[in-house]
């Protein structure tokens, strides 16, 4: 009865440390695909793009060009 009941605890232990670890690995994937998105491009380019909409529609020039907007925006 008594061998039964540690190899209960042992199993116990054994899921629960590859649950543990598991859940670490997500944890370490999820923040390096976080600092990924950080690092990248496209959330740059797309609040530049706002930007550039927000100044055309203040102006009411749907017509200014790349050159006029980056002057804008500096």
């Known amino acids: ?3 039964m009941n540690l ?3 042992h199993d116990k232990q054994k899921l629960q440390k590859f649950w543990e670890q598991k859940i670490e ?6 923040g390096k695909e976080e600092a990924r998105m950080k690092r990248s491009a496209l959330s740059k380019l797309r609040k530049e793009w706002i930007q550039r909409l927000q100044i055309q529609s203040q102006t009411g020039n749907g017509s200014m ?3 006029e907007m980056k002057n804008t925006l500096k």
Do not use: S
């Open 7 to 9: 190899a209960r605890i």
């Open 25 to 30: 690995r997500h944890h370490q994937m999820t």
């Open 65 to 67: 060009n790349t050159e």
């Open 1 to 3: 009865m008594q061998a």
